[in-house]
């Protein structure tokens, strides 16, 4: 009995989180108070749910009101909408906000962010964000808050293509890294398991590895062989074994991407998965009783050893495509890297006994 009750609750709440919020209530619900010292982060569900079926939503303090400004029809103008967050810091020491952005990445409707002061004057404007992938993507900014008050997200259209906000002031810390390896501008942000990949420029080697970019810019995928990305190119000599790296959009995270080499089916890639509180992950159900599938609406990193006799001296061929039930997907920052034999490789030689 105790099972199902707990069975039972769990199902009740699934149900009352995933219900939109109404963002054209200029108030928000004050949450029950916690530690002062603790600054809690905010999730602002922006979807457009009729006001009937919609409850305000519960969000910390330092977030004072959001509203939607409807769009306006001038003959000749795009019409255009804007979501007003107004804010307050927390205090003196919260000097940076980071925002988070939740919306479907169609070309002719990129949003952007805008940071006023009280006065009305541009503290900072992010420019259009998104690839233009037309696939559900996130994107990340950091807003200096010292004098701003207020952030407008702006999209073309009636703002439908906008799902929702994640907000969380950032801290300083000194950060530590090799003088040896190559600098990457590492910003940790809430959920994430990796920093962002960036292909190599032009091959390198060390220790006997070599590093080759397949592809910097970005390619959609769908889950047929003719729907995937198709890359060649040449070994001079046979590596020890090789690694494939790339990032990948809107995987199902239970089916990720496919690897065929040299015409054989490697399987699926390991994906490096967020912490599963991300509010990235989408969920996809007919009921929730029947389970649900989850996509990851932003970027993650994905990997495929390929062994050594899948390769060969001459041109190889490498093509990826969508895991089994996703209906469009895209890559980005496709790269290969090769083992050879190094003079200090570490190795053990075992004999038969």
Known sequence: MLSRVAALLLLV?????????????????????????????AWLDLRQIPAASSKPQASPDWVEAVSIVPPQKTPGVPEKTIFRIRLTRPNAESQVLFFRLF????????????????????????????????LPTSESVMI??????????????????????????????????????????LIPEPFMAMAPLHAATQDTE????????LADEMIRIGASVSQGAAFQFGL??????ALITFEV?????????????????LGAVSVTLPDLADPAYRGQTA?????????????????????????????????????AGTDASAIRATQIQLKYLWDKTDYQLQTDR
């Open 249 to 265: 959009a809107n995987p199902n995270i239970a089916a990720p991407p496919e690897i065929f080499v040299n015409g054989e089916n």
């Open 144 to 185: 200096p808050m010292v004098g701003a008050s207020t952030i407008d997200v702006e999209v073309p259209g009636d703002g439908k293509t906008v799902r929702g906000a994640y907000l969380d002031w950032m801290a300083n810390a000194e950060v530590l890294h090799p003088l040896s390896a190559e600098h990457r501008d």
């Open 236 to 241: 001079e000599s046979q590596p020890l074994v």
């Open 287 to 323: 009921s929730l009783l029947r389970g649900m599938r989850f996509q990851y609406t932003g970027w993650l990193r994905a990997q495929k050893l390929v062994p050594a006799n899948n390769l060969k001296v001459g041109t190889n061929d490498i093509l990826i495509v969508g895991g």
């Open 13 to 41: 709440f699934a149900v009352s989180s995933t219900r939109g919020q109404d963002v054209f209530n200029d108030s928000l619900a004050t949450p029950s108070p916690k530690n002062p010292a603790h600054i809690d982060s």
């Open 103 to 134: 919306f479907d990445d169609n070309p002719e409707q990129k949003p952007q962010l805008t940071a006023w002061d009280e006065s009305g004057t541009v503290v900072m404007q992010s420019g259009p964000l998104g690839a233009g992938i037309g």
């Open 206 to 213: 060390r220790f006997g590895t070599v590093t080759a970019s």
